[in-house]
């Protein structure tokens, strides 16, 4: 079955502490991306890679970093410079361009105390 | 900057009703609006979507509605049931990578 792997589903870290999040697909899509849901917002663009190698800050990318060194991976770092980092993370996958659907994981919910 | 809003936020309905969930976007450009579903602890999933070229798309109970002169699209769920209670979101994208979500509707279906 294809689809998206995102690990640990709960994540605990204190405060000042840098902690990354899993992303892994097998559904050969050479698109991916980290959003951020928080309750009663929609979802909020942190990073996206159109390729290996590749990547670029989406809308609130201060405080998170990324890297893309195999296609099928795609971790997320929340360090200690984002400011707010208890959230609902979720990694996503396209074949191309947004105007393709979007594959979502089930998430990752980080508390950070 | 670009920005998709999402109405009601919240929307309870009797089994075998019919729910509309609207959505109104700024972008001009915007030319792919899909439509996710999200349970209870679990990612979004697409359950619908539509292209600028059309006007209205079905499948089975699910409709989508887009009226690009009013930026305006919408989401009809007929016949629904308890098992369509969930979180859904509007969205729209010009083509790049960037997709805007509405800020979601939270679905009661009671039986």
């Known amino acids: 079955d294809g689809g998206i792997t995102q690990s640990p589903k709960y994540l605990f870290r204190k405060e000042g502490q840098n902690v990354t999040l899993s992303c892994e697909q097998n559904?050969?899509?050479?698109?991916m991306y980290w959003y951020r849901q928080d309750p009663g917002q929609g979802l909020r663009l942190i990073y996206y890679?159109?390729?290996?190698?590749?990547?670029q800050k989406g809308d609130i990318a201060e405080g998170y970093s990324v890297s893309r060194e195999k296609k099928e991976s795609f971790p997320l770092t929340v360090t200690s410079a984002q400011k707010n980092p208890t959230a609902f993370y979720l990694c996503?996958?396209?074949?191309?361009?947004?105007?393709?659907?979007?594959?979502f994981g089930n998430g990752t919910r980080l508390t950070v105390t | 900057g670009e920005n998709v809003e999402q109405h009601p936020s919240t929307l309870s309905v009797q089994e075998g009703d019919s729910a509309v969930i609207k959505c109104t976007y700024s972008d001009s450009a915007s030319n792919y609006f899909p439509w996710y579903k999200q349970e209870l602890g679990k990612g979004p999933q697409l359950i619908i979507d539509i292209r600028s070229n059309v006007g209205e798309k079905k499948d089975q109970r699910i409709a989508v509605t887009l009226n690009k002169t009013a930026k305006h699209f919408s989401l009809h769920i007929t016949e629904t049931q308890p098992e369509d209670s969930a979180v859904y979101f509007c969205a729209a994208s010009s083509g790049g990578f960037k997709t805007i979500f509405g800020a979601g509707t939270r679905l009661f279906v009671k039986a």
């Open positions: 890679s159109q390729i290996v190698n590749d990547f």
């Open positions: 559904l050969n899509h050479d698109a």
């Open positions: 996503a996958s396209s074949i191309g361009t947004g105007s393709s659907p979007l594959h």
